[in-house]
């Protein structure tokens, strides 16, 4: 969404230094949020879980998933109490649709090339 306001208002950002500030900002502000918090949530949740399921031979996109998506909308909906931000509950949503897509890549990369050991798997 930031990025097609970007492209709608470039013209204009083009001429005045001001404009291209703030389209800048809007281009990049999405990634500086998202970015710390997709990070934090895939070292300090991911990792751990990502171990749990390998020593468990748990390891399948339905366990990733669900973990991801219910990790996602709990971490976010932290953030909106604790941002106080009580009229974004509907972020709690967006939040669990980014954590089951974040562990569903997590999953398909380690079934698609291999895991930590070196060898590399051929059934999905």
Same mark, same amino acid.
């Given at each position: 969404?930031?990025t097609? #306001?970007?492209l709608? =208002?470039?013209p204009r950002?083009l001429?005045?230094?001001r404009?291209f500030a703030a389209?800048?900002? #809007?281009?990049?502000?999405?990634?500086?949020?998202?970015?710390?918090i997709?990070?934090?949530?895939?070292? *300090?949740?991911?990792?751990?879980?990502?171990a749990?399921?390998?020593?468990? =031979?748990?390891?399948?996109?339905i366990?990733?998933?669900?973990?991801?998506?219910?990790?996602?909308?709990?971490?976010?909906?932290?953030?909106? *109490?604790?941002?106080?931000v *009580?009229?974004?509950?509907?972020?709690?949503l967006l939040?669990?649709?980014a954590?089951a897509?974040?562990?569903l890549?997590?999953?398909?990369?380690?079934?698609?090339?291999?895991d930590?050991? =070196?060898?590399?798997?051929?059934?999905?």
């Amino acid at each position: 969404m930031s990025t097609m #306001l970007v492209l709608i =208002g470039l013209p204009r950002a083009l001429t005045d230094s001001r404009e291209f500030a703030a389209m800048l900002m #809007l281009w990049t502000a999405p990634l500086a949020v998202a970015l710390p918090i997709v990070t934090c949530g895939s070292i *300090f949740i991911g990792l751990p879980v990502a171990a749990m399921l390998r020593r468990r =031979g748990a390891e399948n996109a339905i366990s990733y998933g669900s973990i991801g998506a219910a990790s996602g909308g709990v971490l976010t909906a932290a953030l909106v *109490f604790v941002l106080e931000v *009580f009229d974004g509950y509907w972020l709690t949503l967006l939040g669990a649709i980014a954590g089951a897509v974040t562990a569903l890549t997590w999953w398909r990369s380690r079934s698609r090339y291999g895991d930590a050991s =070196g060898k590399r798997r051929t059934k999905h």
